[in-house]
């Protein structure tokens, strides 16, 4: 059973920082997908950041510039470092992942980021 984990959300005033991480219960070294998406109030969710099969980030237009997707394989650990963060980045957010060779996605439960001062 593949588990996802997310933690490092909370308050944080306009131009301010934080580190999402998304721990997974299973090796990362070969994915098929994984990424992090976010859900505000009254939206769908939306693609944020995420890493392709083929190694590549992609990153909503939104955030370039000023979020970075990275992972550690040893700790099959993601993460989502934000900085410059906008009351509009406020939401829930989810780190999902699917195995290499799978096409099924795995989802974490979310953790809230809230953008205010």
């Known amino acids: 059973q593949v588990q996802l984990v997310e933690s490092g959300g909370g308050l944080v005033q306009p131009g301010g920082s934080l580190r999402l991480s998304c721990a997974v219960s299973v090796s990362i070294f070969r994915i098929n997908g994984m990424g992090w998406h976010r859900q505000a109030p009254g939206k769908q969710r939306e693609l944020v950041a995420a890493f392709t099969s083929g190694g590549r980030t992609n990153y909503a237009d939104s955030v370039k510039g000023r979020f970075t997707i990275s992972r550690d394989n040893a700790k099959s650990t993601m993460y989502l470092q934000m900085n410059s963060l906008k009351p509009e980045d406020t939401a829930v957010y989810y780190c999902?992942?699917?195995?290499?060779?799978?096409?099924?996605?795995?989802w974490g439960q979310g953790t809230q980021v809230t953008v205010s001062s």
């Open positions: 999902n992942f699917s195995p290499a060779y799978s096409g099924t996605y795995y």
